[in-house]
T-cell receptor, first 110, second 113 residues
């Protein structure tokens, strides 16, 4: 079993839809959680960084962490074609060891 | 903003060649990392460094080595390139304080023919 599971997609939605991206993890030692966005032929770009269970909002993006269920989510409101990218979840434990999900490809159709 | 610069965006080399990938960061970060990214496999850690001249093996170090002579520069070396090293290579950095998110360069897409 992988430490971090992420559905690879692709996920295709119409412009304006609410998008839900999810990751599950198995190691309760993970304490810090991130979401990255990666456009084609570019490096991952940090979108959200959170520690505690609950929600963190930044513009159209909301990161949700449920440590009891070992489940994290990224919600994108009013999705735009420019949101089309691969989204990676990531988790830190032991200082700076980071485990990444394999990424979910998202397509937002105009 | 953190700027992590990888010297080449695309590189084509032949099997058996010695290949150098360079990464430079401008934020005085202590920790630097090299990953490879392959479809369906995600990011896999090759090597990392937490200080000048220091290095630690990651999960897949075989066939690679690294060099960190200056704090801002971290080099990945393919000693004798093979076709199974064709991949996207990503460099990342963090501050020395623990539990910090990594900041990435734009990657080098390396093809070994």
């Amino acid at each position: 079993q992988k430490e971090v599971e992420q559905d690879p997609g692709p996920l295709s939605v119409p412009e304006g839809a609410i998008v839900s991206l999810n990751c599950t993890y198995s190691n309760s030692a993970f304490q810090y959680f991130m979401w990255y966005r990666q456009y084609s032929r570019k490096g991952p770009e940090l979108l959200m960084y959170t520690y505690s269970s609950g929600n963190k909002e930044d513009g159209r993006f909301t990161a949700q962490v449920d440590k009891s269920s070992k489940y994290i989510s990224l919600f994108i409101r009013d999705s735009q074609p420019s949101d089309s990218a691969t989204y990676l979840c990531a988790m830190i434990f032991g200082g700076f060891k980071t485990i990444f999900g394999a990424g979910t490809r998202l397509f937002v159709k105009a | 903003d953190v700027k992590v610069t990888q010297s080449s965006r695309y590189l084509v080399k032949r099997t058996g060649e010695k290949v150098f990938l360079e990464c430079v960061q401008d934020m005085d970060h202590e920790n630097m990392f090299w990953y490879r990214q392959d479809p369906g496999l995600g990011l896999r850690l090759i090597y990392f460094s937490y200080d000048v001249k220091m290095k630690e093996k990651g999960d897949i170090p075989e066939g690679y080595s690294v060099s960190r002579e200056k704090k801002e520069r971290f080099s990945l070396i393919l000693e004798s390139a093979s076709t199974n090293q064709t991949s996207m290579y990503l460099c990342a950095t963090t501050f020395d304080r623990g539990n910090q998110p990594q900041h990435f360069g734009d990657g080098t897409r390396l093809s070994i023919l």
